[in-house]
């Protein structure tokens, strides 16, 4: 999928946002989306992506392209280094970087790599990248990876929902 980084974003900002997140948990996420062991994650690593998530949160929450462009902008004028390809010693195929080396610390990664992403699909799709579920118990940030209409839910299990509790309340 070749926007994978996009999602694996909104996967980690809906962990780095709950209470309480433990080492274990961003671990999975990030194992979920292709990263190897040993990951290397300390809480002190979890601590530093807990505090760019907001900023991350807040393009998903963004309510225009104009709005989301902007502040990926902003993202990426802080904290982006030039382009660069990586397979990390062999480990991964070929792919662009804009973190500082591949050693970076996890919080660099998370932030650039997910700005890097979400611009990509933004510029692509021409139209914002994602956005936080509609369903007032959920609220959880997705990538909007589909083409046709721009998604409202994060998940079919919450659309599904939604549409139940509409009815119930015409009924």
Do not use: I
Not at 8 to 35: F, Q
Not at 52 to 66: D, I, N
Not at 72 to 96: F, I, K, M, Q, S
Request: proline letters at 6%; hydrophobic letters at 40%.
């Amino acid at each position: 999928m070749p926007f994978e980084g996009a999602q694996r974003a909104a996967d980690l900002v809906a962990v780095l946002l709950r209470e309480p997140v433990g080492t274990e948990n961003v671990a999975a996420v990030l194992l979920d989306h292709g990263e190897k062991e040993p990951l290397g994650l300390g809480d002190a690593d979890v601590a530093a992506m807990r505090k760019v998530a907001p900023e991350l949160h807040a393009v998903f929450a963004a309510t225009s392209v104009e709005q989301a462009a902007g502040l990926l902008n902003d993202l990426l004028a802080r904290y982006a280094h030039p382009p660069r390809l990586t397979t990390h010693g062999g480990e991964h195929e070929w792919h662009v970087h804009v973190d500082s080396r591949d050693d970076a610390p996890w919080a660099e990664w998370l932030v650039t790599s997910s700005a890097h992403a979400l611009a990509l699909l933004l510029a692509q799709r021409q139209r914002q990248p994602g956005g936080l579920c509609a369903s007032a118990a959920c609220g959880r940030p997705f990538a909007d990876l589909g083409g046709g209409s721009p998604r409202r839910y994060c998940s079919e299990r919450c659309a599904t929902r939604e549409r139940v509790a509409a009815h119930r309340r015409k009924g």
